[in-house]
């Protein structure tokens, strides 16, 4: 089977293929312009008749739960990244799969971090035909590289949703992770050792998976209260010693600031806001888990405080922060797709404010509507952004993927998405003439603020007439280009060859860019 | 000589910077090897500009090793020509224009709230520096430079001054004490710095040498004749009495500063939160400098996460005279020139006054009035200064008067 096939130019300009590991893929056509037809991909029937009566489906260890849900070459195993850089499942997942000598399996995590560098040898040896999903670091140097047997997939947390619920990728077993959970399966995340707060990731495998286990070092007897994850969906529960390590659960990621420079961008974000008037008494606000998007949730206390102003909610990422502007009556609820530490996961468990959310009602593409486009001010990341606002969040300048989507393409939708970002790191400018890798359409991002300037997008000339008469440095995008470029230098491109190694999908599952082999 | 050297930085933490390891050698031309963490963007580029130094300075056999964790040009370029300059003696500077942004001058009474101390050898401090909206930067030769790294600072804070904007500040240089001082001078001087920074001055002759050696040094009709200030640091018990003498020893003698950690250590004692061991020495600087019409300027708070103590520090340094502090961190600024700045109230009086002092001008009256109340000559003078402040810190309008309405 070839890895991909038919190339074709999108409606983004960039050249993609339309057969993806040997499936059917639809190039990028426009912004809600792609309009699914059919229905939802159904699961598989089951009947009691075949579960314990007694609801115990606990299974004594993770090899029998794999083989008893019919672990063989070729299926797609998924697994969740609630736990971090501290996840302990997926890789003993892919162990147990090797040491069985199993091959070709497809990995379909929500994210990846450096703690599965080490599947990089089972990517090598065929165990692990391919990711779809994100490949970061050392996963993703390796993708890069051209290592990968299968064609790598990048999709966004909303668009990992819609991709199952399509029928686009089919779970055969998927291993779920969880804090605290009971012998039927109900589990949650905001009790245990390894509490880590929502479950939400992993509640499309338990809905659509054709087989569930449930993992966890924290087994208590029926009813596991609350229950994020229904039992219901569950075919065996498995008891570890440990599932995660708490201090890496706890993102290190996740302090404000302390970089002057950072701090300047999330001042002059947090004045933007309130110069455009963006923010007003029952405003809502997505806060990610940044240092700088950190500072800037700081800063909009102040000006809340000072106006005797309420935030009607927050989206998040939540951590002490947030939790903090939520005691303090800042915000009136929390809308949580994952929390970043204790003092989040405490305010879950016991606030009724404090609510989890899942990549469903916060953001698939293909329901009744989801949470993001009801957001006002977004405050996001980029690696680069290119003149005509289009934005990358997967790859570097240098060329290789390094990171995976998360909720950014989701959050796009938002009514003023705000990216404060350095205008160069070290002597990396930020803004190009076209962004390696398409993430983000610039039809969607409205403001990059930099440390030398803020540019608007120019679509948004409500925003630009707003800041006419602002104190803040307002520069077009092309002034802040040359600026950078009259420090660093004009960069050279990478250097790839004409092979394609991953695509990057879009919200409604088209293919909106792909990712090049690194020429050495 | 020996025939390897080294000149720059590298490791964990080290960021827009560069380590160069430099061998000359008897034959087999340039051995050239660049390993660069922005190798693809800029690699091409590094290459060529190491070569085209290497051939500036004559080289022509060398085995050069460039470990770059993201270095501008000017920042390469002073690495590279550290390292040739501890292998070889020449008369050549590798040196780049000093860019148009940088070409102003400063003036004698400007604004000197907060100045931004920069260790001389490190690049990444520098290149944002003037984003903070400092009064003025530091590029300091001095103590923030290891003794066996002063040398290529020289050549660092040379290549900073000619090409790194620092968007308005005043573009200062504090030198090293004695000869090295004075030899530091021909690094600076050409490149339109502002002012100088004196460090541990104790007698007027040390002023009357650094203005020689300006002098000379600008003695072949150098394009830039901009002036250059000096401000002489105050940091010893005989510098403390000889205060006054220094402040008025020269005209380009525009502030006075004073440097508390070198003091206290001097006098035998320790450096206190509320400062009185340095009270004396501190009023003396004030009033030297009020006495010699120059600026008397603080020394810098050392802890750079208490804000509040920095504002408390501010408002005691305020309330002594000083004209301005110092600053160790970006963040430090803004609180500093919040707390320097005049109060509303300070504005509302000081409008008063000088819109009485405007009236009693048109009617052609020697002598202000407020009411029935008679005002001073220096009480006007003081409101005047604090509407100026207040107007070039964007907290009054120019034109204010068009819309005073007398109470």
């Known amino acids: 089977m070839r890895k991909y096939d038919k190339l074709v130019t999108n409606a983004a300009g960039r050249i993609v293929p339309t057969i993806i590991n040997g499936k059917p893929a639809v190039p990028f056509m426009g912004v809600g312009k792609y309009k699914p037809n059919g229905y939802r991909t159904a699961p598989k029937l089951a009947s009691c008749a075949d579960y314990p009566a007694d609801g115990n489906k606990v299974i004594p260890n993770l090899k029998e739960a794999l083989l008893k849900a019919g672990l063989r070459n070729g299926i797609t195993i998924s697994t969740h990244h609630h736990f971090r850089n501290g996840d302990l499942v997926a890789t003993q997942i892919f162990d147990i799969a090797h040491e069985l000598g199993f091959k070709d399996l497809m990995w379909y995590p929500s994210a990846s971090f450096p703690c599965h560098e080490s599947l990089t040898k089972y990517l090598e040896d065929g165990t692990i035909n391919h990711i779809e999903g994100s490949m970061n670091g050392a996963l993703g140097k390796f993708t890069s590289e051209g290592k990968m047997k299968g064609l790598g997939v990048l999709r966004s947390h909303g668009g990992r949703y819609q991709a199952v619920q399509d029928g686009e990728v089919h779970i055969d077993i998927a291993v779920i992770a969880a804090p605290t959970a009971d012998p039927f399966g109900d589990a949650n995340g905001v009790n245990g050792p390894a509490a880590c707060g929502p479950l939400g990731f992993a509640l499309v495998d338990s809905q659509y998976a054709d087989k569930v286990i449930v993992v966890t070092d924290n087994l208590v007897p029926f009813p596991c209260v609350p229950w994020q994850i ?27 600031t302390k970089s002057p420079d950072r701090l300047l961008l999330a001042e002059w974000s947090a004045k933007f806001c309130d110069e455009a008037g963006l923010i007003y008494d029952g405003f809502s606000f997505q806060a990610g888990a940044g240092g700088t998007a950190l500072s800037i949730g700081i800063y909009f206390s102040e000006i809340l405080r000072k106006r005797g102003w309420k935030a009607r909610f927050a989206r998040g990422g939540s951590n002490k922060y947030l939790v903090k502007m939520l005691e303090e009556g800042l915000v009136e ?26 990549p469903f009602t916060s953001y698939n593409y293909h329901g009744k509507g989801n949470f993001s486009s009801m957001v006002d001010i977004v405050i996001l990341g980029a690696t680069e ?56 359409p610039g039809e969607l991002i409205d403001v990059i603020v930099t440390e030398r300037g803020i540019a608007i997008n120019p679509r948004r000339t409500d925003l630009i007439e707003k800041m006419k008469n602002s104190s803040l440095p307002i520069k077009t995008i092309g002034e802040l280009k040359a600026e950078a470029e009259k420090i660093c230098g004009v960069p050279a491109k990478p250097k790839f060859t004409d092979e394609v190694v991953a695509v990057v999908k879009w919200v409604d599952g088209t293919v909106l860019d792909s990712i090049y082999r690194i020429a050495t | 000589m020996e025939n390897i050297s080294t000149a720059g930085n590298k490791g964990k933490g080290v960021r827009s910077d560069c380590f160069i390891t430099l061998e000359l050698t008897k034959r087999g031309g340039i051995q050239l090897q660049v390993e660069s963490k922005v190798a693809v963007m800029y690699g091409d580029d590094i290459r060529k500009n190491a070569l085209e130094i290497l051939d ?36 050549q500077d590798y040196l780049f224009p000093v860019i148009d942004e940088n070409l102003y001058k400063t003036t004698r009474d400007c604004n000197r709230f907060s100045r931004l101390y920069l260790p001389g050898n490190s690049p990444s401090l520098m290149i944002n520096a003037g984003i903070h909206n400092p009064d003025g930067i530091i590029l300091d030769l001095e103590d923030a430079v290891a003794p066996d790294k002063k040398d290529e600072a020289r050549f660092l804070v040379r290549n900073a001054l000619c090409g790194i904007d620092f968007y308005g500040a005043e573009r200062m240089v504090r030198i090293n004490q004695g000869q090295r001082g004075l030899d530091d001078l021909d690094y600076v001087i050409p490149y339109n710095v502002n002012l ?41 018990a005989l510098g403390v009495i000889n205060a006054f003498a220094i402040a008025g020893s020269a005209d380009n003698v ?12 001097d006098l035998g004692t320790r450096r206190t939160v509320e400062g009185s061991e340095s009270f004396f020495a501190r009023s003396m600087v004030v009033n030297a400098a009020r006495a010699a019409g120059i600026q008397p300027i603080d020394s810098v708070f050392s802890d750079v996460g208490d804000m509040e103590g920095l504002r408390q520090n501010v408002l005691r340094s305020k309330a002594l005279g000083f004209d301005g502090m110092g600053c160790i961190h970006p963040r430090q600024i803004v609180v500093i020139h919040e707390t320097f700045a005049p109060t509303p109230e300070e504005i509302e009086k000081a409008k008063k006054i000088v819109f009485a002092f405007h009236k009693a001008q048109e009617k052609g009256l020697g002598v202000v009035a407020l009411g029935t109340k008679m005002i001073d000559p220096p009480v006007v003078k003081r409101a005047l200064n604090t509407i100026n402040l207040a107007q070039k810190m964007n907290k009054l309008a120019e034109n204010w008067r068009e819309t005073y309405e007398e109470i």
């Open chain 1, 333 to 358: 609820y929390i809308l949580d797709g994952q929390t970043f530490d204790l003092d989040g996961v405490r305010s879950m468990r016991d606030n009724p404010h404090h609510t989890w959310t899942s």
């Open chain 1, 230 to 256: 229904n039992g219901n969906y569950v075919d065996y529960v498995v008891v570890l010693d440990k599932i995660g390590i708490p201090e890496k659960i706890i993102s290190g990621t996740t302090e404000v």
């Open chain 2, 254 to 265: 525009v502030a006075l500063a004073i440097g508390l950690e070198d003091y206290t250590a």
């Open chain 2, 196 to 236: 100088i920074l004196l460090p541990k001055c104790e007698r007027p002759e040390q002023i009357l040498a650094v203005n020689k050696k300006i002098t000379d040094i600008r003695h072949p009709a150098s394009s830039i004749r901009h002036p250059v200030w000096i401000m002489p640091i105050i940091e010893s």
């Open chain 2, 56 to 91: 500036f300075f004559g080289i022509k056999n060398a085995s050069i090793k460039i470990e770059d964790s993201g270095a501008l040009t000017l920042v390469i370029a002073a690495r590279i020509e550290a390292a040739i300059k501890k292998l070889m003696k020449t008369d």
């Open chain 1, 385 to 440: 952004v290119d003149v005509n606002f289009n934005a990358n969040v997967v790859t570097h300048s240098d060329g290789y993927l390094l990171h995976g989507i998360g909720g950014w393409q989701n959050t796009l939708f938002g009514k003023c998405v705000i990216l404060p970002i350095p205008l160069f790191r070290d002597r990396m400018p930020v803004i190009r003439d076209e962004v390696t890798t398409i993430c983000g």
